[in-house]
């Protein structure tokens, strides 16, 4: 078997993220193009882009679903004098914010990232988000400003709003040579070299000498650069002070350290509709993104010891690798694609899934390019790949070497906010969309499907009308599922606002053995963890439900401890006040009594349902609802009429600034209340304003609209 076909430090893993329509996926095009992996390059108004390869996603000129590529990179190493391939694992993640699982999930497994922003625009809010899920992840990051072409469009505007929106610590790494219709090529600020883009789709960069009109400037940024470079090492800094300029071999080297260990975010700039700057890009990607051998080794959990357990990356180590994403192959079956962290895997092999603790035959392994599969025999430490065959991983499982277990932490994924009715068409289509859902929201953590206890009927949620839209498009096109859709439904939840205790007693007697539980029960809202304070171990909590077992003397025995916690847990799916889930609950069992014969685990957990009913109705209950973090871009002359329009639906106006030629509006707003806005927006601003939204938090609402929500479910 032979070894690797290059180095790991010759290894790159990276996404390219943004807003929705910066211009991610005509990056990854151009990037593709670049490295060779294609020889035609698609786009993405022609519906011909290599990424986004579901018709859904042609169809809309959006992207869906995070695409992985794989793709080389020869960049000549100046100082040797010769041409070093570098392997690129590429994932074109989505701008929209309802298919914002995509990012999180990717920005879990990456070791750096392009951030792509609209040269117009600049910071836009899914750009934060994302920005954020990288802070989360500490995912190093290269800054591209892209359509720099665009009328309107400022390198410096956009260059302002990273450090006043994202980061304090972007540094110009190259300046734009003209603007707009002008805009020509780029200066890189470390070399003072200008390029420009010539031949085929700008194939060819040339090198040539700043022009004068440009040359102060330059000369001046370059200062600034310099000084925050220097501050990240202190003999440079001595030296630097002396009046001596470190070599251009020192200033990469302690620029590549600091943006590996996010003190700094590099700025570049381009137009890769017009094939400029992108190859300058894909440098930067070698010069200062990390390969796996420069990140700190992974952590995880024996599973049988629960102790901590370290793995780096190589090859001699034992294989641990993380499953983070699932698709659904019309040609192959189930893809399951992995990040390995350590060690190496053959195809044929058994794996130990540490989360599930089961074995399973890996049959094939597959390196993607987009929709192109091309099969490999063995992937090694720091490879990104896709399995098929595997039926029983999930995204977020750890795989590993079962004689050296590890699970890794798992990937936390937003709640759903939005649900429909879906029923299917005819009996024939009964079947088929219980198994299309299934495998719909075994690929996507963040879309659930649930049954209503009431009406039977069968409940779909997600992050917003669009991805439902999506799913529901999906179902019928690679499902052959035909389905009739009801209205959108905000996920509202409830909770409690005061203490309360209540008593629950179940006894039945008839003929033979009778029934017999009694438990006492405290409810409490519940307060978020202090962090570095240890939960007790007499306490199991989740995100939203803390449950105590303060039980003295046996007077409840151990084994209907449990059954009663799954008591409480039924009867808080039910709710108190409108049937929705409760949520941010702490019980605790303190009291209660058993029958040696007639007590049993049924008993015991009819009695804690009753109970919990019993005091979440004297805990003073509340609906909460979801509120969104909304943005209108709109021309001048039509903030009035949208800031009056947001105020009606209950909306908070935050803030309001220029972009561009267009004001942005941000606001907070209930999302009952943004049904239709789409439509509303398009006539109230002759169709020339946008928003986007995405879910901030849940707050209680209103009793006025609450009486109008409890008689709507009644």
């Not at 018709?55 to 809309?60: D, P």
């Not at 994932?91 to 914010?97: E, L, M, S, Y």
């Not at 470190?246 to 943006?259: C, D, F, N, V, Y």
């Not at 049904?675 to 169709?687: A, D, I, K, P, V």
């Amino acid at each position: 078997m032979p070894g690797r076909d290059y180095p790991l430090e010759r290894v790159r893993n990276f996404g390219i993220i943004a807003h929705i329509d910066a211009g991610k996926t005509t990056t990854s095009e151009r990037i593709l193009f670049y490295t060779g992996s294609q020889h035609k390059i698609g786009e993405v108004h022609e519906g011909e882009t290599t990424t986004d390869w579901m018709e859904q996603e042609r169809e809309r000129g959006i992207t869906i679903t995070a695409a992985a590529i794989t793709c080389f990179w020869n960049k000549t190493d100046t100082e040797n004098k010769k041409e070093n391939k570098y392997r690129f694992n590429i994932i074109d993640t989505p701008g929209h914010i309802d298919f914002t699982v995509e990012v999180k999930r990717s920005m879990r497994v990456l070791d750096g990232a392009i951030v792509v922003f609209d040269g117009v625009a600049g910071v836009e809010p899914q750009s934060e988000t994302n920005w954020r899920y990288a802070d989360e992840a500490s995912v190093p990051r290269i800054c591209f400003i892209n359509k720099l072409d665009r009328m309107g469009a400022s390198f410096d505007k956009s260059f302002q709003s990273i450090l006043d929106r994202l980061n304090k610590n972007a540094v110009r790494m190259q300046l734009p040579i003209g603007s707009e219709e002008n805009f020509s090529g780029v200066i890189d600020l470390l070399k003072m070299k200008a390029y420009k883009f010539e031949g085929e789709m700008g194939k060819d960069v040339v090198e040539m000498e700043i022009p004068e009109s440009h040359k102060s400037d330059a000369a001046m940024y370059r200062a600034q650069l310099i000084e925050k470079i220097v501050e990240h090492d202190d003999v440079l800094m001595t030296s630097y002070l002396d009046g001596k300029e470190p070599s251009l071999a020192e200033l990469k080297a302690t620029l590549r350290k600091a943006i590996i260990a996010n003190k700094i975010f590099p700025v570049y700039t381009g137009s890769s509709l017009k094939n400029k700057g992108v190859q300058l890009v894909l440098d930067a990607v070698v010069d200062y993104l990390p390969s796996p051998l420069e990140l700190p080794p992974v952590k995880g959990i024996n599973p049988k010891t629960g102790e901590e357990v370290i793995r780096h990356a190589s090859d001699a180590e034992p294989f641990c690798a993380l499953a983070f994403k699932l698709q659904a192959d019309p040609f192959v079956g189930q893809l399951t694609f992995f990040r390995v962290y350590s060690g190496t895997i053959e195809s044929g092999s058994y794996l130990y899934n540490a989360t599930t603790g089961t074995k399973e035959r890996l049959g094939r392994i597959v390196r993607l390019q987009a929709d192109q599969r091309e099969e490999v025999k063995k992937v090694y430490a720091g490879e990104i790949a896709a399995a098929v065959g595997l039926k029983d991983t999930k995204t977020s499982h750890t795989l590993c070497d079962d004689a050296n277990p590890i699970v890794l932490e798992q990937i936390k994924f937003p709640e759903p906010v939005i649900s429909l009715r879906i029923e299917p068409k005819t009996k024939a289509d009964q079947e088929k969309m219980g198994m299309a859902l299934k495998k719909l929201s075994d690929e996507d953590p963040t879309f659930k499907v649930t049954t209503d206890a009431e009406t039977a009927e069968t409940l779909i949620s997600g992050m917003g009308e669009l991805h439902l839209e999506i799913i529901v498009d999906r179902m019928k096109r690679e499902f052959t599922v035909e389905a009739n859709v009801g209205k959108p439904q905000v996920a509202y939840r409830e909770t409690i606002q005061k203490e309360a205790e209540a008593e629950g007693k179940y006894i039945k007697q008839t003929g033979g053995r009778g029934q017999y539980g009694h438990v006492r029960l405290r409810l409490k809202p519940l307060q978020p963890l202090v962090e570095g304070k240890k939960i007790a171990k007499n306490v199991t909590r989740e995100d939203h439900f803390e449950f105590i077992d303060s039980i003295k003397g046996g007077v409840v025995p151990q084994e209907f401890i449990a059954p009663v916690e799954k008591g409480v847990r039924e009867a808080m799916e039910r709710g108190i006040v409108a049937g929705y889930k409760m949520v941010d609950i702490s019980c605790e069992l303190y009291d209660g009594s058993y029958h040696d014969v007639d007590s049993s685990e049924i008993a015991f957990k009819i009695a804690a349902s009753m109970a919990f009913q019993d005091a979440a109705k004297a805990a003073k209950p509340v609906l909460l609802e979801p509120i969104m973090k909304v943005e209108v871009v709109t021309p001048e002359k039509f903030m009035g009429d949208i800031t009056g329009s947001l105020n009606s639906k209950r909306g908070q106006i935050e803030g309001m600034e220029e972009r561009g030629l267009a004001r942005a509006i941000r606001a907070k707003v209930p999302l009952s209340e943004m049904f239709g806005y789409t439509t509303q927006l398009r006539s109230m601003t002759e169709g020339r304003a946008s928003f986007t939204m995405e879910f901030d938090h849940y707050e209680v609402v209103p009793p006025n609209v609450a009486q109008t929500i409890i008689a709507a479910r009644k």
